[in-house]
Structures are given as C-alpha cells and as structure tokens.
C-alpha cells in the first residue's frame, strides 16, 4: 500500500507523511501557488504568542510552520507523529526536545499527547487536523494541555465559498494536483489521499460545532483564500 486511507488509521498515515517528508515543503509551496506563506502568517497572527508564552504546533511537519510562532519571543515546540518529518525537521533546524536551543521537535500522537494537563497557552495545528483519526477526541486532547484561558487555533482546507470558483477548484485538486506533486519530484500517491480527504472534510459551520462539542468556547472562524483553507480559533475556560 503506497498512501493511506479515509479511515486515517495512524500508522498508515505517519508512514505516508514520512515518504513524502524530504520535499514536503516545497511541494506545498508549489501546489499552493505560494498561498501558503500567507495562511501561516495568518496564523501567527491569530495565535498572538508573545515573550513567555509557550506555543505547541502540532502536525508541524518539518518545523516551518512552527518557525513563525518564535518571532515574538514566544516558545514553541513542534510536534508530529511521523518519524520522517521530524527527522527532516531536526536536520534543518538543529534542534531537539533536550538541547534546549532552537526549536523541539517530540514525537506524538494528537491522540495520545506526551504532555502534562495545562501545560501550553496556545496550541494550534495547520491542515493536520484533517488526517487525525478521531477529530472530537484529539481536540479534547488539545484542550487537556492547554491552560485554562488559552486558545486554540485551527487551519485547515475547507469549502470554497465562491461558488462560480468552486468547480475550477474541485477539478485541480482532484486531478492537477497528484500530477503536479509529481512532477516536483513527491510521492504523489499521497497527493492523491490530499485530495481525497479535503473533499470529504466538513465546512466551516460543522467543524465549529465539533470544536464546540469538544469542550471548547467562543468557537468563530475566518476563510482564506476564498475558503479554500479556513482558520477556526477557539479559548478553553478560565
């Protein structure tokens, strides 16, 4: 088996996402058309982490989203369960969960989070969410290590709300896609699974209510690039 599948067994995806790992980010930046430079600022923008604070990026990949959390002096430590990308990750940034310079990269499951109860004012994960097994339980895994008054910021793919563009869009991503991933020189079998799970990913609406049902308060969410991706930010109770 070369990608994983809808039903987003673990294993099957960390090992996907370790394929795919050394050319990760500039497959990213080349099917985004540069897009996603944006959405990570906005994200930071959102999550506001400041001298002091403590951030966790989740499904942080290769640490290149977690890069833009540290630029106000907060602290951030990346996190992902695949092997491959953090592997990758360390080897950019040199750093790791002991050395207590750069950028922490741990090994963990959204599922099973390595992390004490209220540890992190802000934990965030960008067009990861999508590929955790069970969405309700790893988002009360979120809120379990947040702090109480501390906030949650979500980026994912989601519906476009332009409809006149709705269809360009759905014909790229199911069929341009894989091909353009190829062609830069990935795995695109698991530009296949991409597309695959962004199409069957619920909108903005539902997704607010599952963060809702998790345990988290004053859910709202902002679209980007024409709700191709969208930001849902959300606080645990004081």
């Known amino acids: 088996m070369t990608r994983a599948q809808l039903d987003k067994q673990p294993d099957e995806v960390a090992a996907m996402f370790d394929r795919t790992a050394r050319r990760y980010d500039l497959v990213n ?3 985004s058309l540069g897009q996603v430079r944006l959405w990570r600022r906005a994200v930071a923008a959102a999550v506001d982490a400041g001298p002091g604070e403590v951030v966790l990026d989740l499904g942080a990949g290769t640490g290149t989203s977690t890069d833009t959390f540290t630029t106000l002096g907060a602290r951030a430590i990346a996190c992902d369960f695949s092997f491959g990308m953090l592997s990758t990750g360390v080897r950019r940034h040199g750093g790791n969960a002991l050395s207590g310079e750069g950028i922490p990269f741990i090994a963990g499951d959204a599922m099973r ?18 590929n955790v097994h069970d969405t309700e ?3 009360r895994e979120m809120l379990r290590v947040t702090k109480p008054g501390g906030r949650l910021v979500v980026l994912e793919f989601s519906h476009v709300t332009v409809p006149a563009f ?26 296949e699974y991409l597309a695959e799970s962004i199409r069957a990913w619920p909108d903005q609406p539902t997704l607010a209510s599952t963060i809702q049902r998790a345990g988290w308060e004053r859910v709202a969410w902002r679209n980007l690039t024409m709700g191709i991706v969208a930001m849902h930010r959300a606080f645990k109770a004081a």
């Open 137 to 139: 339980a790893g988002l």
């Open 166 to 191: 709705d269809l360009v869009y759905r014909e790229y991503l199911m069929r341009m896609l894989p091909r353009m991933a190829k062609v830069v020189g990935s795995n695109d079998d698991s530009y």
């Open 113 to 130: 989070l390595p992390f004490a109860d209220d540890s992190f004012d802000a934990v965030t994960i960008s067009v990861a969410l999508r």
């Open 29 to 31: 930046d080349v099917i």
